[in-house]
């Protein structure tokens, strides 16, 4: 890339033209990716005016009359939006905490596996949910823990009382355990492969080098595994920390029922369900201002996690 | 960077570190545990197919099911007589055929294109990038596309769906590493730029268009939720969407029968987890066959830009 940049040289008027002119395929090869972006991508931008509109459906986006920071005071004020705020915050905290050091265990446990069939099989298996859509494993999940489902089924025999009690779908106290568990159960596989890459990528010569000094495997681990991943552990986790604010709508949406909004709705399925879920509603502008509110925080989050992440060294996360 | 790029891995090797060891108690220990964690999830497909070979009614009274007494095909034969599976197969086919032809050719054209250094590049690579960070948001993205007209369309789950900037942005990577003399000998052999992407790069990138590919398809034929937000009438939504609704509205299913069709027990699991099966058949297919270009996509991802 550095010798690209050296090569452009500032252009005379001319030069630029002919420079357009010379690269004119390359510019009608971004015609249809741009056309996409603008469509799909920068004209919904456009519509985030609506976040200080009142919005008139026979008026639309551009017609409709300002009203100020009107529905930002209305979230100062509106219980819902408090807690979805707050769920959104917590569940994704949760998920870090219990979550992402999942995939770091697995990957290690992974590569110390013995046989090279039996490790390449686990792999495989584990990954498989990841490529499922949540609505296909919110129907295995609330298949298994629902009221006629296996794990009540193993409870009853165990403890039939705990089984009468048994409630984890609706329960407030459960639920959140719920959601962190289904989605270890479904990603951490597809975690492991980027650990997994950073582990093939040590130097075999520490590993015998070690031996040669009488490392155990714990210690190999130890001393030579984990801090040779260590620089990959950090800058998902940074990531990780930036994408806060994206607590799982799909997963969420296809699993949660009214008894556990209380713990569960994030602001994802709180906008979805003012605006779609009571029959449309017309308030389009108070919707607009929640997302505009979420999306900028996201964005700064991720912004100071990428330049934390690019000032340790690391240019890699585009 | 070329490097790493060139030879794309598109099986993940561990390294073989001293292969001599014996086999340990620790080894031991450590496969017991392994072999526990592949069955837990294993187990939730297991249990989906077991429910949906047994009648409802066997199902509930049953214990705890491990093997079935009787294979009964039953929530099969309704699901297929139930009209809507056909539209939803239908309609999930055409998104996943036509979509992943569209998003490949757009990601292509933008990603090789990124690749050249023509004036703007900087500025039009920005905004792309721009768009990974920043949305508008749900409620501005439903106005807009149910503005151009695109609502109760198939169209509403392939259009706004075209790029993944991800996916784009690893394959434009992959481009760069491409030696340019290869491109610089067909230009002066009279090649055009189109004609250079096609018969130079394109066939130099199989493997990793091979694997885009399949994520695209893959993210479509998962696609429910411009489904969701655009498809009002059910006969239009894919097959993920009528399947969410068999499984999250127990109504649904009897409002859709027809007049004179049996009424099975249709708020049973049995139905719902066969038509789970059902929709999750074709990845499940795949799966094995494919598994190469499944797990490649994360460590062409860490190829540093």
């Not at chain 1, 409709?64 to 939006?81: A, C, L, N, Q, Y």
């Not at chain 2, 059910?234 to 609704?245: A, D, M, S, T, W």
């Amino acid at each position: 890339m550095a010798t690209n940049r050296s090569l452009s040289r500032p252009l005379g008027k001319t030069n630029l033209k002919k420079e357009i002119w010379r690269n004119r395929y390359f510019y009608l090869m971004l015609l249809l990716p741009m056309a996409f972006f603008i469509i799909f991508k920068y004209l919904p931008l456009y519509g985030l005016q609506l976040a200080f509109k009142e919005y008139m459906l026979n008026k639309g986006i551009t017609g409709s009359p300002w009203i100020g920071f009107d529905h930002f005071k209305r979230m100062t004020v509106e219980p819902e939006f408090f807690v979805a705020f707050k769920n959104t915050i917590i569940i994704s905290l949760y998920r870090i905490i219990f979550g992402f050091p999942v995939p770091i265990i697995l990957a290690l446990m992974i590569n110390e596996v013995y046989f090279n069939r039996f490790r390449r099989f686990t792999q495989t298996i584990l990954t498989f949910p990841h490529f499922l859509s949540w609505v296909i494993v919110s129907g295995l999940v609330l298949n298994m823990f629902g009221d006629s489902g296996v794990i009540k089924k193993v409870i009853a025999l165990i403890s039939p009382e705990m089984a009468t009690n048994w409630n984890m779908l609706y329960s407030k106290s459960s639920f959140r355990s719920f959601l962190i568990l289904t989605d270890i159960w479904k990603e951490a596989g597809w975690g492991t492969i980027i650990y997994l890459a950073a582990i093939a990528g040590i130097d075999p010569s520490y590993y015998e080098a070690a031996t040669v000094d009488g490392c155990n495997r714990l210690q190999q681990i130890w001393h030579i595994t984990i801090p040779g991943i260590m620089g990959i552990i950090v800058i998902q986790l940074l990531l990780r920390v930036g994408w806060v604010m994206e607590a799982g709508f799909d997963q969420i949406f296809n699993l949660y029922t009214p008894p556990v909004y209380p713990v569960a709705d994030i602001l994802d399925t709180y906008v979805y369900r003012i605006t779609f879920g009571r029959g449309v509603s017309m308030d389009m502008g108070f919707p607009t201002a929640v997302g505009l509110f979420k999306n900028v925080i996201n964005f700064v989050l991720i912004m100071t996690a990428n330049s934390i992440a690019r000032r340790a060294g690391h240019d890699g996360i585009i | 960077m070329a490097d790493t790029t060139q030879k794309a891995p598109l099986d993940i090797k561990v390294p073989k570190k001293n292969r001599i060891r014996r086999f340990s108690v620790g080894d031991g220990i450590l496969l017991l545990i392994m072999s526990l964690l592949s069955l837990s999830v294993i187990l939730p497909f297991y249990n989906a197919v077991l429910v949906s070979l047994v009648p409802q009614a066997v199902y509930v009274r049953s214990p705890l099911l491990l093997w079935p007494k009787e294979v009964l095909w039953d929530n099969y034969r309704f699901i297929f007589d139930f009209r809507l599976i056909w539209h939803g197969i239908g309609n999930s086919i055409f998104i996943t055929l036509v979509g992943t032809f569209y998003s490949m050719l757009l990601t292509v054209l933008c990603a090789y294109a990124l690749t050249k250094n023509i004036p703007g590049r900087r500025a039009i690579r920005f905004l792309i990038v721009f768009t990974m960070y920043f949305s508008g948001g749900i409620i501005p993205y439903f106005l807009i596309i149910n503005g151009i007209g695109l609502t109760n369309s198939l169209w509403s789950m392939i259009l706004p769906t075209g790029i993944n900037v991800f996916y784009m942005l690893i394959v434009s990577n992959f481009f760069t590493g491409i030696p340019p003399s290869l491109e610089e000998s067909a230009k002066i052999d009279g090649a055009g730029d189109f004609t250079i992407l096609i018969r130079i790069i394109l066939p130099l990138s199989l493997p990793i268009l091979a694997t885009f590919a399949l994520y695209y398809a893959v993210d479509k034929w998962n696609e429910w939720w411009h489904g969701l937000l655009f498809i009002r009438k059910v006969e239009k939504q894919p097959l993920q969407l009528i399947l969410r609704q068999i499984i999250q509205d127990a109504q649904f299913l009897s409002q859709q029968l027809l007049p004179g069709q049996e009424k099975p027990d249709v708020y049973g699991d049995s139905i719902k987890m066969a038509a789970v099966v059902v929709t999750m058949f074709p990845i499940m297919m795949l799966y094995p066959f494919l598994q190469r270009y499944f797990l490649s996509g994360l460590t062409l991802g860490a190829v540093k830009e």
